[in-house]
């Protein structure tokens, strides 16, 4: 079909941020980076190259995810330690935050609940910011690699994908069996993977990320998480992911514990106060 004589003035109608988020409530990052300065780390967790770990955190508590010997992506999911079914939400945190995060954005729930899990108070990355072809750090676009696209896709059965590896650490850590631990798994912050759409298809396109040993993001946890980190088999995921012949290194996850009465009177934040009587 041929263009209509005004394409080029539609085409000019400029944009409108879909959720303006002046509103949202302020992060007291005063607060929790003098926090961080004094806390102590009480727990220490490696994810394996194309393999997955597990960890808690505390609501009040820190937890940094750390590459430690190369180039590494990691895949994120974040639980209600206390009940499953409060997840991460990922479209939603990219809708409020845009399709990466950094330094004083948040990881949100999902419904109900729709509060926030997680906030980034520190990036050792948030000098990159965005790239001339539009790529950017810690992704909330991307899914997770999975078994079933790679199927699809390329025939075979790969089982150390991101979200094979994340059903496995949370079926490890609750107990449960994989197929019931599978529904679980959700999409995913995609921790020092560099990513973005190309301008031309619009396609999701990655790139080699610019994590190095030492480079580090952390969190603060405000509420009780549960979290599954998978060092992706794609390695700094330059070239293809869900692969045995990329390289491949460790993750390391911290737990740090702020000195008493450091928070002074913060208090977790409570679910989404919507009434949820929806019309009715």
């Known amino acids: 079909m041929s263009e209509p004589a005004d394409a080029a003035d539609r085409r000019a109608i400029p944009p409108v941020i879909c959720y303006p988020n002046e509103t949202l409530p302020k992060v007291p990052m005063d607060l929790y980076a003098q926090a961080l300065g004094g806390a102590v780390i009480t727990d220490t967790v490696i994810a394996d190259p ?71 108070v520190h990036d050792s990355l948030n000098w990159y910011g965005i790239d001339a072809f539009g790529g950017s750090v810690h992704d909330v676009i991307g899914t997770r690699c999975d078994p079933y696209t790679g199927h699809l896709l390329q025939g075979g059965h790969y089982h150390h994908c991101c979200h094979s590896n994340l059903t496995r650490a949370l079926a490890d850590a609750r107990g449960l069996s994989l197929h019931e631990a599978e529904p679980h798994i959700h999409d995913v912050l995609n921790v020092f993977m560099c990513t973005g759409f190309t301008r031309d298809t619009g396609q999701y396109f990655m790139k080699a990320s610019p994590v190095r040993p030492g480079d580090a993001i952390t969190f603060f946890a405000e509420i009780d998480v549960l979290g599954a980190l998978s060092a992706c088999p794609g390695g700094d995921c330059s070239s293809e992911h869900s692969s045995d012949t990329a390289a491949c290194y460790p993750l390391m996850v911290e737990v740090l514990k702020p000195a008493e009465g450091a928070l002074g009177d913060w208090q977790s934040p409570t679910p989404n106060g919507y009434d949820r009587t929806h019309g009715r």
């Not at 750390?66 to 990691?74: K, L, N, T």
């Not at 109900?112 to 906030?119: I, S, V």
Request: hydrophobic share 35%.
């Open 50 to 120: 194309r393999e997955a770990c597990s960890f808690h955190v505390p609501a009040g508590h820190f937890f940094r995810i750390v590459s430690v010997d190369g180039p590494q992506v990691g895949d994120l999911n974040l639980w209600n330690a206390n009940d499953l079914s409060e997840r991460f939400y990922s479209g939603k945190t990219r809708a409020l935050h845009g399709t990466h995060v950094t330094t004083g954005d948040r990881l949100w729930s999902c419904f109900p609940h729709l509060r926030p899990m997680a906030t980034v």
